[in-house]
């Protein structure tokens, strides 16, 4: 086993795993009033109305794919009777079709990012890397499935990509099967390492978050003025005398 293997395959999913974890607990532990999208739809709307939903329904049917093709197990889904050509037309198709939705939102936000004046003005440094990391990324892995699936012969990722996935998660990491595959795949894989990596230190902790403490939460009281009870002092415009 070589080690540039080693170091690709074994230290770096670890590497990237820990930064995520380690991560996102301190940063909920020291910067709870930064844990936000912040978001910048007072400054524009119309773009946003666009490019918001494109990109987050895209890049859901992208991550369900992913968790369906990477978690679970070829032999799963032959188990319940789907078959080999029927799970390979369906991946291809919504991944292609939810690639593509997700790149032309991403593309959408980054137009109005860089030409609306306080939108820009209020992209960090950690917004910009964090935008071109989840591009790279998701360009690769849209021209892995097309390079390998359209317009080549196909490329069964089940059995080597996702086996060396989920040893990952099982401690007993294969190298050799990722060492394998293709180079574009490889380079997805690679940058979505990347990605996980600076996760917790950007605006992307807020796809961790959910309103729950709504629910609980006591009902917010509010009174006007025709709610005050009889002979309560209306109160005068201008300075009060001190007393």
Same mark, same amino acid.
């Given at each position: &086993?070589?080690?540039?293997?080693?170091?690709?395959?074994?230290?770096?999913?670890?590497?990237?795993?820990?930064?995520?974890?380690?991560?996102?607990?301190?940063?909920?532990?020291?910067?709870?009033?930064?844990?936000?999208?912040? *978001?910048?739809? &007072?400054?524009? *709307?119309?773009?946003?109305?666009?490019?918001?939903?494109?990109?987050?329904?895209?890049?859901?049917?992208?991550?369900?794919?992913?968790?369906?093709?990477?978690?679970?197990?070829?032999?799963?889904?032959?188990?319940?009777? &789907?078959?080999?050509?029927?799970?390979?037309?369906?991946?291809?198709?919504?991944?292609?079709?939810?690639?593509?939705?997700?790149?032309?939102?991403?593309?959408?936000?980054?137009? %109005?990012?860089?030409?609306?004046?306080?939108?820009?003005?209020?992209?960090?440094?950690?917004?910009?890397?964090?935008?071109?990391?989840?591009?790279?990324?998701?360009?690769?892995?849209?021209?892995?499935?097309?390079?390998?699936?359209?317009?080549?012969?196909?490329?069964?990722? %089940?059995?080597?990509?996702?086996?060396?996935?989920?040893?990952?998660?099982?401690?007993?990491?294969?190298?050799?099967? &990722?060492?394998?595959?293709?180079?574009?795949?490889?380079?997805?894989?690679?940058?979505?390492?990347?990605?996980?990596?600076?996760?917790?230190?950007?605006?992307?902790?807020?796809?961790?978050?959910?309103?729950?403490?709504?629910?609980?939460?006591?009902?917010?009281?509010?009174?006007? %003025?025709?709610?005050?009870?009889?002979?309560?002092?209306?109160? %005068?415009?201008?300075?009060?005398? *001190?007393?």
């Amino acid at each position: &086993m070589k080690s540039l293997e080693i170091l690709l395959w074994v230290v770096a999913p670890y590497v990237a795993l820990t930064l995520f974890v380690l991560g996102h607990l301190w940063r909920y532990r020291y910067d709870k009033f930064g844990w936000t999208t912040r *978001s910048s739809q &007072m400054y524009e *709307s119309r773009l946003l109305r666009v490019g918001s939903p494109l990109f987050h329904f895209g890049i859901l049917v992208v991550l369900l794919g992913h968790i369906g093709g990477l978690v679970i197990p070829k032999s799963w889904t032959a188990a319940i009777g &789907m078959s080999e050509e029927a799970y390979h037309v369906t991946a291809v198709v919504l991944g292609t079709i939810a690639g593509a939705a997700t790149l032309g939102g991403l593309a959408i936000l980054i137009y %109005r990012r860089r030409t609306v004046g306080p939108v820009f003005t209020a992209t960090t440094r950690n917004d910009k890397l964090m935008y071109a990391v989840l591009s790279i990324t998701i360009v690769l892995g849209l021209a892995a499935t097309v390079a390998a699936n359209v317009i080549g012969s196909g490329y069964d990722y %089940r059995t080597t990509i996702s086996p060396w996935f989920r040893s990952i998660f099982t401690f007993s990491p294969r190298p050799a099967l &990722m060492a394998g595959a293709p180079i574009l795949f490889q380079l997805h894989a690679l940058s979505a390492l990347l990605l996980f990596a600076i996760w917790p230190f950007t605006r992307l902790v807020h796809m961790l978050t959910a309103p729950i403490g709504y629910l609980t939460r006591p009902y917010i009281v509010y009174r006007s %003025r025709a709610d005050q009870p009889a002979g309560a002092r209306t109160p %005068r415009r201008g300075w009060e005398p *001190s007393r």
